[in-house]
T-cell receptor, first 111, second 115 residues
Framework: SQQGEEDPQALSIQEGENATMNCSYK?????LQWYRQNSGRGLVHLIL?????REKHSGRLRVTLDTSKKSSSLLITASRAADTASYFC???????????FGKGMKLTVNP | DAGVTQSPTHLIKTRGQQVTLRCSPK?????VSWYQQALGQGPQFIFQ???????QRGNFPDRFSGHQFPNYSSELNVNALLLGDSALYLC??????????????FGPGTRLTVL
């Protein structure tokens, strides 16, 4: 079963613009992770945010977590063509060690 | 520092056959998880191995089995292949004893096609 659901499912922007994607989940979590996947290849870990954190930054990435709304957002600032990929949120459903992924969001950054 | 490696990269099998996929975890990691990713979908958890034992299992039939070796590497075996088993199989490694969970690092995957 998929717990996380990314929104929107697809986004197309111009280089230099910001991209925001949202994730909603259903059960309690210990942490939430965001991953990037290029053309059906392996997943690249972007950032992990724990349930006791509200915001986290890493380079051009900003992640927020609202456990009361069971939602998270990933902001990519000053996007580049190389950011074109599918993005997934994943949660440790109920604190277990397995990751539960959403269906992903396809981001296209046009040069 | 080698990341997670998987072999083979691609594999083509026919229905009814058996397949073995291999994974070496990131240096320092002791836990290996396997995921199946169908086209256009997010990865689905198959199972996780730690200390050479299956610790958690997702909603997959017994045709899917695995093994972990003393050096922490792992194999995924699928018997009696079905067309629906065609997918990207991803291996992820992590450190079991990390407090409150930790990042799982994924390998490049094995693309399995069942004809």
């Amino acid at each position: 079963s998929q717990q996380g659901e990314e929104d929107p499912q697809a986004l197309s922007i111009q280089e230099g613009e910001n991209a925001t994607m949202n994730c909603s989940y259903k059960t309690s979590i210990n942490n939430l992770q965001w991953y990037r996947q290029n053309s059906g290849r392996g997943l690249v870990h972007l950032i992990l945010i724990r349930s006791n954190e509200r915001e986290k930054h890493s380079g051009r990435l900003r992640v927020t977590l609202d456990t009361s709304k069971k939602s998270s957002s990933l902001l990519i600032t000053a996007s580049r063509a190389a950011d074109t990929a599918s993005y997934f949120c994943a949660t440790d459903e109920g604190g277990s060690e397995k990751l539960v992924f959403g269906k992903g969001m396809k981001l296209t950054v046009n040069p | 520092d080698a990341g997670v490696t998987q072999s083979p990269t691609h594999l083509i099998k026919t229905r009814g056959q058996q397949v073995t996929l291999r994974c070496s975890p990131k240096s320092g990691h002791d836990t290996v998880s396997w995921y199946q990713q169908a086209l256009g979908q997010g990865p689905q958890f198959i199972f996780q191995y730690y200390e050479e034992e299956e610790r958690q299992r997702g909603n997959f039939p017994d045709r899917f089995s695995g093994h972990q070796f003393p050096n922490y590497s792992s194999e995924l075996n699928v018997n009696a292949l079905l067309l629906g088993d065609s997918a990207l199989y991803l291996c992820a490694s992590s450190l079991r004893l990390a407090v409150l969970g930790d990042e799982q690092f994924f390998g490049p995957g094995t693309r399995l096609t069942v004809l």
